[in-house]
Nanobody
Framework: QVQLVESGGGLVQPGGSLRLSCTGS????????IGWFRQAPGKGREGLSH????????FYADSAKGRFTISKDSGGNTVYLQLDHLKPEDTAVYYC?????????????????WGQGTQVNVSS
């Protein structure tokens, strides 16, 4: 059974940085892509960034461009999301998700497995 665990969230001051980690386990085959999403209180889920395992292609939503960086550890199953120049409006629960087989386009339109999320609070 595939599982994803996020970590690295916490409280940070405006302008600060955090690095979120998404570690996967239970993969029986190589997954297709990992995506990072967030959901702020009272708002819908927002896609931030995606990385494709085979060629490390990346995609960023407009809200993530220039401040967030997605990366993958070499040879492992951990994907990172570096959050820089954080703003209070970045406060949200951040989730990662795995697209196991692809086939829905790029970036993926559907994800198969979701983590439970990690809370990021940006406040002075």
């Amino acid at each position: 059974q595939v599982q994803l665990v996020e970590s690295g969230g916490g409280l940070v001051q405006p302008g600060g940085s955090l690095r979120l980690s998404c570690t996967g386990s239970g993969f029986t085959e190589d997954y297709y892509a990992i995506g990072w999403f967030r959901q702020a209180p009272g708002k819908g889920r927002e896609g931030l960034s995606h990385i494709r395992r085979s060629d490390l292609s990346t995609f960023y939503a407009d809200s993530a461009k220039g401040r967030f960086t997605i990366s993958k550890d070499s040879g492992g199953n951990t994907v990172y999301l570096q959050l820089d120049h954080l703003k209070p409006e970045d406060t949200a629960v951040y989730y990662c998700a795995a697209d196991l087989w692809g086939g829905t386009g790029w970036p993926p339109l559907a994800y198969d497995v979701w983590g439970q999320g990690t809370q990021v609070n940006v406040s002075s």
